[in-house]
């Protein structure tokens, strides 16, 4: 009851300012590491050789499995671990240099070692195929959004899931995690999710919207009453969707990791931009194009 209370008292519209500020922050730190640091592609993008070993029969540790490895690949391998078993990463071999890494780590670990390889050219068209899966999502977002509601409300939802986006992609940036295919089916997932929270208040203001007239003062407080009908709702599904996620990320394996941890960046990102960004860039948005509208009156 007193959380409630509390965000009754919240100016979820007129406070704009120091919201946008908060999620400016974040951008610039997320943009500013994508920049210099770059993003960790995994093989899926960039091509490379991927080897499973199954149920080894030597328990070696993550140093170990790199010393087995021939010397001339160690450097640039990622090894992790896969349930019972490793995974590890090099970049792009030929079929001999291939064969020579397998080798010997089957010997080493006394295991069967399975091998996928991929080349740079079908990374980079898988890359470029998860770029317009996610355009193709925000542009059907966007058409959906303006026969539903309007366009003022696609375009406050689509600025609202690039920032999440973004953020999401950054702290991926800043922790130096690979991305792969699973990233995408994360983001995918994340524009869902935050795409559900968005319109769920945007739904409680159309339902209070006045039939005629705007008037901006009474529609920011329509907003604010409209934000504050669902929040703690929002809110609170969140963090129960949360809980598992974290479990996932703490206790899975490393691909269930790299999942719930874009998901855990993601619906934090969501939820904060569906009731942070998103209703108030629809004020403002709304503001501007009745001030272009009454200029032209004026001039009469």
Same mark, same amino acid.
Request: glycine share 8%; proline share 3%; hydrophobic share 50%.
């Given at each position: 009851?007193?959380?409630?209370r509390?965000?009754?008292?919240?100016?979820?519209?007129?406070r704009?300012?120091?919201?946008?500020?908060?999620?400016g922050?974040f951008?610039?730190?997320s943009?500013?590491?994508?920049a210099?640091r770059?993003?960790?592609?995994g093989?899926?993008?960039?091509?490379g050789a991927?080897?499973?070993?199954?149920?080894?029969q030597?328990?070696?540790?993550?140093?170990g499995?790199?010393?087995?490895?021939p010397?001339?690949?160690?450097?640039d391998?990622?090894?992790?671990?896969?349930?019972d078993?490793?995974?590890?990463?090099t970049?792009?071999?030929d079929?001999e240099?291939?064969?020579?890494?397998?080798?010997?780590?089957?010997?080493?670990?006394?295991?069967?070692?399975?091998?996928?390889? *991929?080349s740079? =050219?079908?990374?980079?068209?898988?890359?470029?195929?998860? @770029?317009?899966a996610? $355009?193709?999502? #925000? !542009? &059907?977002?966007?058409?959906?959004?303006?026969?539903?509601f309007?366009?003022a409300?696609?375009?406050?939802a689509m600025?609202a899931?690039?920032?999440?986006?973004?953020?999401?992609?950054?702290?991926y940036?800043?922790?130096?995690?690979?991305?792969?295919?699973?990233?995408?089916v994360?983001?995918?997932?994340?524009l869902?999710?935050?795409?559900?929270d968005t319109?769920?208040?945007f739904?409680?203001?159309?339902e209070?919207?006045?039939a005629m007239?705007?008037?901006k003062r009474?529609?920011?407080?329509?907003?604010?009453?409209?934000?504050?009908?669902?929040?703690?709702?929002?809110?609170?599904?969140?963090?129960?969707?949360? *809980?598992?996620? =974290?479990?996932?990320?703490?206790?899975?394996?490393?691909? @269930?990791?790299?999942? $719930?941890?874009a #998901? !855990? &960046?993601g619906?934090?990102a969501g939820?904060?931009s569906?009731?942070?960004?998103?209703?108030?860039?629809l004020?403002?948005?709304?503001?501007?194009?009745?001030g272009?509208?009454?200029?032209?009156?004026?001039?009469?």
């Amino acid at each position: 009851m007193a959380f409630a209370r509390a965000l009754s008292k919240v100016d979820f519209v007129g406070r704009w300012k120091l919201w946008f500020v908060i999620s400016g922050i974040f951008l610039l730190i997320s943009v500013g590491f994508i920049a210099v640091r770059g993003l960790n592609l995994g093989i899926d993008f960039e091509g490379g050789a991927k080897f499973n070993v199954a149920n080894p029969q030597e328990q070696l540790s993550v140093g170990g499995v790199r010393a087995a490895m021939p010397p001339e690949h160690r450097q640039d391998a990622v090894v992790q671990r896969a349930g019972d078993g490793w995974e590890i990463r090099t970049p792009v071999l030929d079929r001999e240099e291939s064969a020579q890494v397998r080798d010997a780590l089957g010997e080493a670990l006394g295991a069967e070692v399975s091998v996928q390889n *991929i080349s740079p =050219t079908f990374g980079g068209q898988v890359r470029d195929q998860a @770029l317009q899966a996610v $355009a193709a999502a #925000l !542009l &059907v977002i966007v058409v959906f959004i303006s026969i539903r509601f309007e366009f003022a409300f696609a375009i406050s939802a689509m600025v609202a899931l690039v920032h999440d986006i973004l953020i999401t992609i950054g702290f991926y940036a800043i922790v130096g995690r690979e991305v792969n295919l699973v990233t995408v089916v994360a983001v995918l997932t994340i524009l869902g999710y935050s795409l559900y929270d968005t319109i769920i208040i945007f739904d409680r203001v159309r339902e209070n919207s006045p039939a005629m007239g705007y008037n901006k003062r009474r529609f920011d407080d329509m907003i604010n009453t409209s934000i504050r009908q669902v929040v703690t709702r929002s809110i609170f599904t969140s963090v129960c969707t949360l *809980i598992p996620i =974290t479990a996932l990320l703490i206790f899975g394996e490393s691909t @269930l990791s790299d999942f $719930a941890f874009a #998901l !855990l &960046v993601g619906i934090i990102a969501g939820t904060y931009s569906s009731i942070f960004i998103a209703s108030p860039i629809l004020s403002l948005y709304k503001a501007w194009r009745a001030g272009r509208s009454a200029r032209p009156a004026r001039a009469t």
